[in-house]
């Protein structure tokens, strides 16, 4: 099973400021089958970044994936109010598809 | 629009049974592959299932392996996660998510809103 390994658990950050996430898997994954997610207190999980760096239908150009390898990277340029959240990386091109234990991003 | 309703959640003590249903809408159903996810209360998603679009092929995760079976039935656009011999740690909201008509390993585009399966005495 490929551990995927999210740092910090939260990231305290005012708007504006500029957020870097960071996912580790525990053995190499193709950037092609790399996701990111976004979750809201009661809300489902929303797509925001598959194959790595493709950004998902409807999501704003500030939020840009990278990497490549074991090591992955979930940036948003400048965080608005609405960025405040959970995020959560997945991989799923190998069985089990798993999943991040999430970080969360907090109005500082 | 894409829409998936899931239902079927509640209060089930340890060993009993449970199936959960996704209704899906907006989208050609048969031709999607279908997931089921799970979030135990205040923790990470954990992927519990898969079946293709056509329901020939499906995965589990080693956790539900023997106990969850996923189907589904493409005439009423609806997906299903029967649940046996459920434990405490099965306790969670369990989301049905669609993951594109083309290959097995996909990202989730859409997840339902879903549903609560509290397993206690």
């Known amino acids: 099973e490929i551990v995927l390994t999210q740092s910090p658990g939260i990231l305290s950050l005012s708007p504006g400021e500029r957020a870097t996430l960071s996912c580790r898997a525990s053995q190499s994954v193709s950037s092609i089958y790399l996701a990111w997610y976004q979750q809201k207190p009661g809300q489902a999980p929303r797509l925001l970044i598959y194959?790595?760096?493709s950004r998902a239908t409807g999501i704003p150009d500030r939020f840009s994936g990278g990497g490549s390898g074991t090591d992955f990277t979930l940036t948003i340029s400048r965080l608005e109010p609405e960025d405040f959240a959970v995020y959560f990386c997945?991989?799923?091109?190998?069985?089990?598809?798993?999943f991040g234990q999430g970080t969360k991003v907090e109005i500082k | 629009e894409v829409q998936l309703l899931e239902s079927g959640g509640g209060l089930v003590q340890p060993g009993g049974s449970l199936r959960l249903s996704c209704a899906a809408s907006?989208?050609?159903?048969?031709?999607?592959?279908m997931n089921w996810v799970r979030q135990a209360p205040g923790k990470g998603l954990e992927w519990v299932s898969v079946i293709s679009g056509g329901g020939d092929s499906t995965d589990y995760a080693d956790s539900v392996k023997g106990r969850f079976t996923i189907s589904r039935d493409n005439s009423k656009n609806t997906l299903y996660l029967q649940m046996n011999t459920l434990r405490a740690e099965d306790t969670a909201v369990y989301y049905c998510?669609?993951?594109?008509?083309?290959?097995?390993?996909?990202?989730?585009?859409?997840w339902g809103q879903g549903t609560l399966v509290t397993v206690s005495s």
């Open positions: 907006g989208f050609t159903f048969s031709s999607y592959v």
């Open positions: 998510a669609n993951s594109g008509t083309t290959g097995f390993y996909r990202y989730f585009d859409h």
């Open positions: 194959g790595a760096s």
């Open positions: 997945q991989q799923y091109g190998k069985s089990p598809r798993t």
